[in-house]
């Protein structure tokens, strides 16, 4: 079954910028029928779609964020990441990453656990 | 971008059923397309219950259905348990862009 694993720091200062990986096991990240994408949740708010990346390496991205959003891929390592610059605390969120179906877009069918990012200095 | 529009709570007793209603964004009168659904449980990852409006992946309990009409798309949660007591979320894709719900609180009483 296929297993999404988000890494990186867990701290981020202000102004500085916050980079996640996702690492995916049990399943390739070069599958044509899936986007891979970055979704994140504020302390004890909703949930929020910040982008998603297809292993071609095209990306789409929230017009709201997308500024400051950066996707990237890496197929011979079966990982993909996220870069968001110019944090301030509004951006301290649990980010998940999770794959996403091409055929019904909506359709978000694996989620890693989850890393609870804190922008602080 | 705004938010589909969801009720921030719904409650009802063990057995019962319940819907949850989402309704496009600000602004927008249309009803939402390719709607999926998830079920957030505390301290948890969202899970997939419904995808493309009325679709249950396998392993999903049939208690769970979705639904459209021409005002919005709606889960329906059929024989409520104490388990159920989660929040919810709707999704829907335009475009290129996806948009999440504002998230419903369901409380079994």
């Known amino acids: 079954q296929l297993q999404l694993q988000e890494s990186g720091p867990g701290l981020v200062k202000p102004s500085e910028t916050l980079s996640l990986t996702c690492s995916v096991s049990e399943g390739s990240i070069k599958n044509v029928s899936y986007y891979w994408s970055w979704i994140r949740q504020p302390p004890g708010k909703g949930l929020e779609w910040l982008g998603s990346i297809y292993y071609s390496g095209s990306a789409h991205y929230n017009p709201s964020l997308k500024s400051r959003v950066t996707l990237s891929i890496d197929t011979s390592k079966n990982q993909f990441s996220l870069r968001l610059n110019s944090v301030t605390a509004s951006d301290t969120s649990t980010y998940y990453c999770a794959r996403r179906s091409v055929m019904f877009p909506a359709m978000f069918d694996s989620w890693g656990h989850g890393t609870l990012v804190i922008v602080s200095s | 971008q705004s938010a589909l529009t969801q009720p921030a709570s719904v409650s009802g007793s063990p057995g019962q059923s319940i819907t949850v209603s989402c309704s496009g964004a600000?602004?927008?009168?249309?009803?939402?397309?390719?709607v999926s659904w998830y079920q957030q449980h505390p301290g948890k990852a969202p899970k997939l219950l419904i995808y493309?409006?009325?679709k249950r992946p396998s392993g999903v309990s049939n208690r769970f259905s979705g639904s459209k009409s021409v005002y919005a798309a709606s889960l329906t949660i059929a024989g409520l348990q104490a388990e159920d007591e989660a929040d919810y979320y709707c999704?829907?894709?335009?475009?290129?862009?996806?948009?999440f719900g504002t998230g419903t609180a369901v409380t079994v009483l």
């Open positions: 999704v829907s894709h335009k475009g290129t862009t996806t948009l």
């Open positions: 600000d602004g927008d009168a249309s009803v939402p397309l390719y």
């Open positions: 493309d409006v009325t």
